[in-house]
């Protein structure tokens, strides 16, 4: 059962609070009290709880924080009024999957427990500065996940997949939660995005649950020591070229084609067979059995009829598996000069 009402919830940040282990030790939260313009039972606000701590065995949660967020969906949620608004869990929308979003490098995520003595060392230390710094800069704040059934405030704002016991019910893909702001004196966008550590890497493709034999984010980040080649990425995309020059599809086009680079990052050969190119829609370009990447060989991808979108899009890459061995996203200003190759 995946959650029944997603979306974002639009609004300006007012106040926050935490909830130290003093507070509550089983089930803290972070709160922030945001204002959407329609009143709510908070002295006029609406509240968004977000989890500091699992009831699971690995109590941890992952954080990640994204100061400049550069995404395809960041040009989408400009248009959106203040309020709640749900969201079509599916590719395609803005709605936020943290495997086939890319949305961020999952290596980068850090592991922290809920409340341990001194500065900067647990999940309040690094998330309540972000938001008082939103509240304070006059940011407008996006909160993805799941109403209260009264409709005054958003929870499950962090990883809707992955889960395991009592709490795989919840899962789903493109249903991901997560905040998002606005600075308007910069024009920039940050994101913070939070997962239970006990969450799985990688999950099946029609229903989130996860993936047999995949590591949890707590075995993955290896308390925060990430590895020079992560054994789950040999091979990287390294450039595409999304915007051809000249009338690419029409008669007479002689030009190079929409192409994605890729490169191995291992010291081993490898097939490329069967695996495959998605684009932001989820439509995937089966790669032939004829490309063979030597090791640290760099070779390059025609996506053929999988088009890729010159107003901003995602470019996934799978292994004969199915399983994500490399994700990015790239904007619609990276887009826009035609024939010149987006670099990630």
């Known amino acids: 059962m995946a959650l029944k009402d997603y979306g974002v919830w639009?609004?300006?940040?007012?106040?926050?609070?935490?909830?130290?282990?003093?507070?509550?030790?089983?089930?803290?939260?972070?709160?922030?009290?945001?204002?959407?313009?329609?009143?709510?039972?908070?002295?006029?606000?609406?509240?968004?709880?977000?989890?500091?701590?699992?009831k699971s065995k690995i109590s941890e949660l992952v954080f990640w924080l994204i100061q400049d967020f550069q995404?395809?969906?960041?040009?989408?949620?400009?248009?959106?009024?203040k309020g709640f608004?749900?969201?079509?869990?599916?590719?395609?929308?803005?709605?936020?999957?943290?495997?086939?979003?890319?949305?961020?490098?999952?290596?980068?995520?850090?592991?922290?427990?809920h409340d341990k003595p001194d500065a900067h060392n647990d999940i309040i230390d690094f998330v309540q500065p972000e938001?008082?710094?939103?509240?304070?800069?006059?940011?407008?704040?996006?909160l993805f996940g799941e109403p209260y059934?009264?409709?005054?405030?958003?929870?499950?704002?962090?990883?809707?997949?992955?889960?395991?016991?009592?709490?795989?019910?919840?899962?789903?893909?493109?249903?991901?939660?997560?905040?998002?702001?606005?600075?308007?004196?910069?024009?920039?966008?940050?994101?913070?995005?939070?997962?239970f550590a006990s969450q799985a890497v990688h999950t099946k493709e029609d229903s989130g649950d996860a993936i047999e034999g995949s590591q949890n984010f707590a075995e993955f980040l290896k308390n925060g020591e990430e590895p020079v080649i992560r054994d789950d990425q040999p091979v990287k995309i390294i450039a595409a070229l999304v915007n051809p020059r000249g009338p690419e599809g029409q008669a007479g086009f002689q030009g190079r084609p929409e192409m994605v680079y890729l490169m191995n990052r291992t010291e081993n050969g490898i097939s490329l067979n069967n695996w495959s190119v998605l684009n932001k829609n989820d439509d995937a370009h089966i790669i032939s059995n004829d490309i063979w990447l030597a090791p640290g060989e760099v070779r390059s991808v025609t996506m053929g009829e999988t088009p890729l979108s010159n107003?901003?899009?995602?470019?996934?890459?799978?292994?004969?598996?199915?399983?994500?061995?490399?994700?990015?996203?790239?904007?619609?200003?990276?887009?826009?000069?035609?024939?010149?190759?987006?670099?990630?």
């Open 85 to 113: 608004n749900e969201i079509e869990s599916q590719s395609g929308t803005i709605a936020l999957d943290y495997i086939r979003g890319n949305l961020m490098d999952l290596s980068k995520g850090r592991v922290l427990p």
């Open 10 to 54: 639009v609004g300006k940040p007012v106040r926050v609070s935490s909830e130290r282990a003093v507070d509550d030790p089983e089930s803290p939260h972070i709160h922030l009290f945001y204002d959407d313009g329609k009143g709510g039972k908070y002295d006029g606000c609406k509240r968004a709880s977000i989890n500091v701590k699992s």
């Open 131 to 142: 938001l008082q710094a939103a509240i304070n800069r006059g940011a407008v704040v996006y």
């Open 311 to 344: 107003k901003g899009g995602l470019i996934t890459l799978l292994d004969d598996n199915g399983i994500k061995i490399d994700g990015v996203s790239y904007t619609k200003a990276q887009a826009k000069e035609e024939g010149k190759l987006i670099i990630f």
């Open 71 to 81: 995404h395809p969906i960041t040009e989408q949620l400009r248009d959106f009024d």
């Open 149 to 195: 059934s009264d409709k005054q405030g958003i929870h499950d704002v962090h990883m809707n997949q992955g889960s395991k016991g009592g709490f795989a019910k919840y899962n789903g893909v493109w249903q991901d939660g997560g905040i998002i702001m606005h600075f308007p004196d910069e024009n920039r966008f940050s994101a913070i995005f939070l997962a």
